[in-house]
C-alpha cells in the first residue's frame, strides 16, 4: 500500500489524498474503511468500463479540529492461482491551523 504516510491536512480547508494498494485486485466484499472524523471518506477510482476500482483510492474530507484524522483500511485481494492476500493498514493525518 503506498504512500506509507498521507499528507498533512489543514484545518476547515478541503483535503485530498490519494492512496494505491498492490498485490492483486481488491474484493469489494471484503473492503472496510473506518476514520475517527466523519466528515472524511474514501472513494474508489472508476476503471475502464465504468467499474469501481478499490486499488485506486481518494480520501476526501474537510477537517473541523487540530484533532488528528485516523485512517484505517483493511480487505482482502482476489486469488487465481494463488490465494487472495489479506492487507490492513491505519494512517494517521495530522491537522494542522494553517497554510
Known amino acids: 500500500m503506498s504512500p ?12 485530498q489524498a490519494n492512496i494505491e494498494i498492490t498485490g492483486g485486485a481488491v474484493s ?22 465504468g ?5 485506486l483510492l481518494t480520501v476526501t474530507g474537510v477537517p473541523t479540529t487540530l484533532e488528528p484524522v485516523s485512517v484505517y483500511i483493511a480487505g482482502s485481494t482476489y486469488g487465481t492461482n494463488f490465494p ?6 491505519e494512517y494517521t493525518i495530522e491537522v494542522k491551523a494553517n497554510k
Open 4 to 15: 506509507d504516510k498521507l499528507p498533512d491536512a489543514y484545518l476547515n480547508q478541503p483535503y
Open 28 to 49: 469489494d466484499m471484503t473492503f472496510y474503511t473506518k476514520f475517527s472524523d466523519s466528515s472524511f471518506k474514501i472513494t474508489p477510482s472508476i476503471a475502464e468500463g
Open 51 to 55: 467499474y469501481k476500482d478499490y486499488n
Open 84 to 89: 487472495g492476500k489479506d492487507f490492513e493498514h
